[in-house]
């Protein structure tokens, strides 16, 4: 995952939607061992840096597809993760995108994120 990762944080990279939409799906698995999904969160966790930036993201598809893996990153990531979705919730225009940025808010902080 490191390496899909990289590709999609890379902005020459082509179709960087579908491999952070990629992203997404892998992250929100649940129908694996739970050693494999415990994998999955941990190698995404280390992938925070690098996923991040994509809620900046001129095409406002990358954005949505963002907030989907970040909020299916484990809880541990809230503190660093729920600040910048908060701060892009004040720039955002797009209604999609605004919708997914409530709702990884509320996946990773749901006591925080109620009002």
Do not use: K, N
């Not at 944080?9 to 129908?31: E, Y």
């Not at 994998?39 to 949505?64: M, S």
Request: glycine share 8%; charged share 25%.
């Amino acid at each position: 995952m490191p390496f899909i990762a990289r590709l999609a944080a890379h902005s020459g990279t082509r179709r960087r939607g579908t491999l952070v939409s990629l992203l997404g799906a892998i992250a929100a698995t649940d129908d694996a061992a739970p050693q494999v999904i415990a994998d999955v969160g941990a190698a995404l966790a280390g992938e925070t840096r690098l996923l991040l930036p994509l809620l900046d993201d001129p095409d406002a598809g990358i954005r949505h597809h963002a907030t989907y893996v970040l909020g299916h990153l484990p809880r541990d990531r809230a503190a660093q993760v729920v600040p910048a979705l908060r701060a892009r919730r004040r720039r955002e225009r797009s209604p999609r995108v605004l919708a997914g940025l409530l709702a990884a808010a509320g996946r990773l902080d749901p006591p925080g994120s109620a009002a």
